[in-house]
């Protein structure tokens, strides 16, 4: 063979070479844009849904759920009532809630009845001057059964609390009076329970 045919020859088969070998990188190439194409696109959605809700768009991906709405506390005013140091215009009538008596010590002979009062200060301040005071001033007068005699109650701790009630039922009678031991009208409530047979009397109260 002559020198310039076996130079062509080499040529050749260098070309055919190089050849072969782009082509099974393009199709390499191919195969993997197939398999990372879905991933890349999930990818760009999803980097394109949180640049959205960063930026506050109005897009369905940036609202919030119910759940992660965050409230804050409410205002001590919203709890406690208007301040005892400002006079109160048109003062809304006083309201009386009272509990079912805890079960927790009752079969001791312990009745613990939890109560509070609207649009009126518990204190201990009696007597007819103090009808015109604002805020509102009054305390409770409780009733045991059918019993002659009541007590007063002007501590405002949240709790009529009662130890050695003998086993059976019993009534107990609340009031929310103002100032003058008079009773706010409708704001009277019965509390009625019952002390288990075989009750403890010996609660060191």
């Given at each position: 063979?002559?020198?310039?045919?076996?130079?062509?020859?080499?040529?050749?088969?260098?070309?055919?070479?190089?050849?072969?070998?782009?082509?099974?990188?393009?199709?390499?190439?191919?195969?993997?844009?197939?398999?990372?194409?879905?991933?890349?696109?999930?990818?760009?959605?999803v980097?394109i849904?949180?640049?959205?809700?960063?930026?506050?768009?109005?897009?369905?991906?940036?609202?919030?759920?119910?759940?992660?709405?965050?409230?804050?506390?409410?205002?001590?005013?919203?709890?406690?009532?208007?301040?005892?140091?400002?006079?109160?215009?048109?003062?809304?009538?006083?309201?009386?809630?009272?509990?079912?008596?805890?079960?927790?010590?009752?079969?001791?002979?312990?009745?613990?009845?939890?109560?509070?009062?609207?649009?009126?200060?518990?204190?201990?301040?009696?007597?007819?001057?103090?009808?015109?005071?604002?805020?509102?001033?009054?305390?409770?007068?409780?009733?045991?059964?059918?019993?002659?005699?009541?007590?007063?109650?002007?501590?405002?701790?949240n709790?009529?609390?009662?130890?050695?009630?003998?086993?059976?039922?019993?009534?107990?009678?609340?009031?929310?009076?103002?100032?003058?031991?008079?009773?706010?009208?409708?704001?009277?409530?019965?509390?009625?329970?019952?002390?288990?047979?075989?009750?403890?009397?010996t609660?060191?109260?």
């Amino acid at each position: 063979m002559k020198p310039l045919e076996r130079l062509t020859q080499r040529i050749s088969v260098r070309a055919g070479i190089i050849v072969s070998t782009a082509m099974i990188v393009l199709a390499l190439a191919s195969a993997s844009a197939q398999r990372v194409g879905p991933l890349m696109n999930a990818t760009t959605a999803v980097g394109i849904a949180g640049a959205t809700q960063a930026a506050g768009e109005p897009n369905g991906a940036a609202q919030t759920s119910g759940t992660d709405v965050k409230v804050g506390p409410r205002s001590a005013k919203e709890v406690r009532g208007s301040s005892p140091y400002l006079e109160i215009k048109n003062e809304s009538a006083p309201k009386l809630i009272v509990d079912a008596p805890l079960p927790d010590l009752l079969d001791q002979g312990v009745v613990w009845i939890q109560w509070r009062a609207e649009n009126v200060h518990i204190v201990p301040v009696f007597g007819k001057g103090a009808l015109n005071a604002s805020p509102r001033v009054g305390h409770l007068h409780v009733h045991m059964d059918d019993l002659p005699w009541l007590w007063a109650d002007a501590s405002d701790i949240n709790t009529i609390d009662l130890a050695g009630v003998p086993p059976g039922p019993h009534k107990i009678l609340i009031e929310l009076v103002n100032a003058n031991h008079e009773i706010f009208p409708g704001q009277a409530k019965t509390v009625t329970f019952t002390v288990p047979k075989g009750t403890s009397r010996t609660h060191s109260h």
